[in-house]
């Protein structure tokens, strides 16, 4: 649509053609086009900036918690692997200069709590070593059936042992003779480390729930304890590498936060899922789910 405008200039001779300003557009939304087409770039061009700074302002936080969170690591593992060679160190100490060899009961005492201390210490290295992704991409999966009845008796008189105090629990297979295809070793480790973290989270005597059937498609196995229980603040990164959750000042319970990341990598290895509930007045139900 064409639009013209016109305007005299000197109306005291309206004869005179040089008294006459016309304009004249031919096309009016071209025009308005013509004059914004400039301003478009510029608002995509400072979008696209403004979600290049709130990227990078996400990358930087991001990577911060990870520094921190490694540096939490290396502090948690130097102090982990100090503990047992100090101990194994000052017990043959005692041997060699204190003359504590010369006693029976003394020595075979002494080289106990070595031994137990150099496995204990080998142990640590072991969980290190498996944390590595070249290690575990190489490592197969040698699916076998497992009795779970048998898994649950073993780890329960391992930990037991290990505890150092009473500890009280519960078993429940459905059906009693219920077995599953899976790595046996690792599989052992998981629950192991849902074990061992209700454990060492738990005041006084420690009730730990274990609990294995089928629902669905799915093997499941539960580990439930009456700890101290899971902020739900962290109940989304308690799987992270490295990640352990805040405790303030409290310092009497040790670990590197690779516990439960190598849980979760197990039993993404055998195609299953872990997930964490909070347990009625207090604890957490930790429930492996491995396909049929």
């Known amino acids: ?42 608002v995509i061009f400072t979008l696209v900036l403004l979600v290049t700074f709130i990227f990078t302002i996400v990358v930087i936080f991001r990577q911060k918690r990870y520094t921190e969170m490694r ?9 982990e692997l100090k503990t047992p060679i100090a101990a194994a160190y000052s ?4 041997l060699l200069n204190y003359r504590q060899g010369e ?14 201390q150099l496995s204990h210490l080998s142990g640590l290295v072991e969980q ?7 290690r575990r991409r190489k490592q197969e999966l040698h699916r076998e059936p497992v009795s779970i009845r048998a898994l649950f008796e073993r780890l329960t008189r391992l930990y037991s042992l290990r505890a150092g ?14 077995s599953l295809q899976a790595d046996p070793e690792l599989l052992s480790q998981a629950i192991g480390n849902l074990i061992d973290n209700a454990i060492k989270y738990s005041l006084g005597e420690p009730e730990i729930t ?10 499941a196995v539960t580990v439930s304890d009456r700890g101290c229980g899971i902020p739900s603040a962290s109940v989304g990164r308690i799987f992270d590498k490295f990640y352990r959750v805040p405790a303030g000042d409290r310092h009497d319970v040790k670990g590197y936060g690779l516990g439960l990341y190598h849980v979760r990598q197990i039993v993404e290895r055998h195609g299953g899922r872990i997930t964490v509930s ?15």
Not at 13 to 40: C, E, Q, T, W
Not at 71 to 79: A, E, S
Not at 165 to 178: G, K
């Open 1 to 42: 649509e064409d639009y013209s405008y016109s305007q005299v200039l000197f109306r005291n001779d309206p004869a005179s053609k040089m008294g006459l300003v016309k304009i004249h557009f031919p096309d009016m939304n071209s025009y308005i086009y013509s004059s914004v087409r400039f301003v478009i770039p510029s």
């Open 71 to 79: 540096n939490d690591f290396i502090n948690n593992m130097t102090h």
């Open 91 to 94: 017990a043959v100490d005692a």
């Open 103 to 116: 006693d029976p009961s003394k020595r075979a005492q002494y080289l106990q709590l070595c031994l137990d």
């Open 128 to 134: 290190i070593l498996d944390m590595s992704l070249e």
């Open 165 to 178: 105090r009473p500890v009280h629990f519960l078993t429940e297979v459905v059906p009693p003779d219920l």
């Open 210 to 219: 274990l609990w294995a059937g089928c629902e669905g498609a799915f093997y």
């Open 278 to 292: 909070p347990r009625p007045r207090g604890g957490s139900i930790f429930k492996i789910q491995i396909p049929k």
